[in-house]
């Protein structure tokens, strides 16, 4: 079997170590280039391709319609999206011979979209995963090939989870691959009526409003944390990132749970909600400007 890979991040190393394990034969792989203004903390699909001696390149999304000759001319079986982060034309995956395949951080229908595990935590969810499924032209709506579940603990940050969900992306690929070996792909419909589609986040987002519920800002918090831009607040004319909260422990007697922002009290610091319950902050640090 052969393929060409779309690949960047944890998620695409992964995977595509999964791939030559079972010996793949991957005639091209389509990367990015890191960004010099992003913190890069995770894998180089790059690198990998280098040592492995795979045929890459980085491209930009108004490249990508260059590549179709090219992808023609290699006729592959089966075209993989691994955390790409441009959409792939339809003039693209109609070179694969059997079909486009992407892997996506979220159990679909669940959380389509930009930055599916952050926003999983954003809203308390206990569960995520990751999910194979068919190429359209419309963002995570095609058929599901394979799912594997993770569970998402109350103090997990987006960092934590999505390692989790990176081994997940191979369970699912050593799972399905030895359909797609044979030439089958098994699918199932995704029922996106059942789902919920997610834009993608900007740091700003990460805003904490103290009006919220105390487990509200806890989730924004987990979901942002560092390497992620992070949740933060105001405090003295300083703007803080906060990096880790808790819920749990006693509270001293003196804190004053009517109210809202920032306290300090007994060298510890807390941040009083809007539902006159408390976080406690473990960790945080002033940004750098």
């Known amino acids: 079997m052969h393929a060409v890979v779309f690949a960047y991040h944890d998620v ?6 999964a791939l030559l394990a079972t010996g793949v034969k991957i005639d091209l ?11 890069i903390w995770f894998g180089s699909v790059a ?16 490249e990508l319609t260059q590549l179709i000759p090219k992808l023609q001319a290699l006729a592959p ?10 959409m792939i034309p339809a003039q693209i995956l109609a070179c694969a011979k059997i079909a486009g395949l992407n892997m996506h951080g ?24 990751a999910t194979l499924h068919i190429m359209e032209v419309k963002p995570d709506a095609g058929d599901i090939v394979g799912q594997s579940a993770v ?6 940050t987006a960092t934590d989870v999505f390692g989790k969900v990176s081994q997940a992306a191979v369970t699912v690929i ?5 359909s797609l070996l044979q030439g089958k792909v098994p699918r199932r419909p995704n029922e996106l009526q059942k789902g919920s589609y997610f834009g993608g986040r900007k740091p700003a987002d990460g805003q904490i409003h103290w009006h919220q519920k105390a487990v509200q800002v806890h989730n924004l918090v ?19 990132t906060v990096a880790r909260t808790s819920l749990k422990g006693p509270l001293p007697s003196n804190l004053d749970l009517d109210s809202q922002g920032i306290q300090v009290v007994d060298n510890r610091v807390f941040g009083i909600c809007g539902d006159h319950q408390a976080v406690e902050i473990l960790e945080w640090f002033p940004v750098n400007k």
């Not at 695409?12 to 170590?17: D, E, R, S, Y």
């Not at 390149?57 to 108004?62: K, N």
Request: hydrophobic share 30%; glycine share 8%; proline share 9%.
């Open 106 to 129: 979220s159990l679909l229908p669940k959380y389509r979209g930009r930055a599916p595990v952050n926003w999983a935590i954003l809203h308390g969810e206990t569960q995520t995963g």
């Open 174 to 178: 050593e799972q399905v691959l030895p």
């Open 151 to 156: 569970s998402i603990g109350p103090d997990e």
């Open 47 to 62: 690198k990998l391709c280098a040592d492995q001696n795979i045929p890459y390149i980085t491209s930009g999304a108004h």
């Open 12 to 17: 695409g190393v992964n995977c595509l170590k």
């Open 29 to 39: 792989v389509v990367t990015h280039q890191d960004d010099p203004n992003e913190n």
């Open 77 to 86: 079986d089966y075209i993989f999206s691994f955390y790409y982060r441009y």
């Open 222 to 240: 987990r979901a942002v944390a560092p390497p992620y831009p992070g949740a933060f607040t105001d405090h003295q004319g300083k703007i803080m």
